[in-house]
């Protein structure tokens, strides 16, 4: 890996740990201010989001629909888990992990997350280029437009 590539690397998983942060907070803010199935779609999606974020920072060099297909897998295998009755009695013994495991099986979590999934990698594919071309466009060398050297 060349240093450039190493970089780029290191910034995409300090935005990508930023990211996952926020979602956190953003999905923890949900669960505790909005109920009814505009929260729990809400929060399934912030979930699908935040589990994505994990795994491209996992793997940032990854495609983005490997990470998509991997982050969906793991969703609906969580999902699934619960057809078991296990997460709700691990909840009963440690209720944070209900924010992590869930209870009770929706087949509508299912479709929430592959949405969550898919728009995500699309946002992520088109941030990632728009950084591509600003960062393509400034390797001539030269300062940009209007800046002095210094």
Partial sequence: MTNGAAATTSRRRIALALL???????????????????????????????????IALIAPRWSRPVVALIALAFCAGVELLQLTGLPREWAAAFPPSRLVLGSGFDMRDIAVYAGAVVVTAVVDAAVT??????????????????ERPV
Avoid: C, K, Q, W
Avoid at 33 to 53: E, K, Q, R
Avoid at 129 to 146: D, Q
């Fill in 20 to 54: 996952a942060l926020a979602t956190v907070g953003i999905g923890l803010i949900v669960h505790s201010g909005m109920s009814g199935a505009v929260g729990d779609i809400a929060g399934d999606a912030l979930y699908a989001v935040l589990i994505y974020l994990l």
């Fill in 129 to 146: 280029r728009s950084f591509a071309r600003a960062a393509s466009r400034n390797a001539t060398g030269r300062p940009p437009e209007g």
